[in-house]
């Protein structure tokens, strides 16, 4: 794809360097927030609800700071969920994307939610 001159081409590249800043910066953050938090749910194991969604509505609000989409953030989590032990039965596989689902459907309330006060 050409530009037709550099100064347009120049001015594009931080725009994506910027968005890759921000989603390695999402992504930091939701490995030390909402990674354990996935394998459970993944696992079948139990979460507390109201900690997920606050730990999601803390991502989202990262990924608004950091100016993602809602599509950015659920590739994302969607990428993190990917790299998560697999499931061992076809069942197992029908009820972790169930689980997703509803992890993705979290993530999209939280994200268009209405934006935490400031402390």
């Known amino acids: 794809m050409s530009f037709g001159d550099g100064e ?15 989603k390695v910066a999402v992504r930091e ?3 030390r927030t909402l990674r354990p938090d996935l394998q459970s749910v993944r696992g079948r194991g ?12 803390s ?8 100016g993602l989409r809602a599509e950015q953030v659920i590739i994302l989590i969607k990428e993190m969920w990917a790299e998560l032990l697999p ?8 009820d972790e994307h ?4 509803d992890v993705v459907s979290l993530t999209i ?4 939610g209405r934006p935490n006060p400031p402390a």
């Open 8 to 22: 347009q081409s120049h001015r594009a590249t931080p725009h994506i360097a910027d968005t890759v800043r921000a």
């Open 29 to 31: 953050s939701m490995e």
């Open 46 to 57: 139990t979460v507390d609800r109201s900690v997920l969604t606050e730990k999601i509505r």
């Open 59 to 66: 991502v989202c609000q990262h990924a608004h700071e950091q």
């Open 87 to 94: 499931p061992l039965t076809v069942d197992a596989m029908r």
């Open 98 to 101: 169930d689980r997703l689902s």
């Open 109 to 112: 309330e939280e994200f268009y």
